[in-house]
Nanobody, 122 residues
């Protein structure tokens, strides 16, 4: 069982940066991979990035590769999503999720945070 809380969302201008945090807790959280997903108005939820807590492997959607970086701080039980060179199309609600392994399908993740809004303006 894992509980997840996102933070760090907000309003930022195009070209700017923002760092999202996903704080995990629970007895078995260390056994789960953490993924970031986002959902824009009128669109389906899409995969952004994922990281393995145990192995340190990372996985990125092509749309964010080179701009976003997922990382972890095991001492703080927290996963971060550093978002640079933000574009208007990055505007969405961002969710973190925990699952048994890294994957790009939302159905593969068992636990979800409440989401945090990221709005990119021109």
């Amino acid at each position: 069982q894992v509980q997840l809380v996102e933070s760090g969302g907000g309003l930022v201008q195009a070209g700017g940066s923002l760092r999202l945090s996903c704080a995990a807790s629970g007895r078995t959280f260390s056994w789960y991979a953490i993924g970031w997903f986002r959902q824009a108005p009128g669109k389906e939820r899409e995969f952004v990035a994922a990281i393995s807590w145990s192995g340190g492997s990372t996985y990125y959607a092509d749309s964010v590769k080179g701009r976003f970086t997922i990382s972890r701080d095991n001492a703080k039980n927290t996963v971060y999503l550093q978002m640079n060179s933000l574009k208007l199309e990055d505007t969405a609600v961002y969710y973190c999720a925990a699952g048994p392994r890294i994957g790009n399908s939302s159905s593969g993740y068992n636990y979800w945070g409440q989401g945090t809004q990221v709005t990119v303006s021109s």
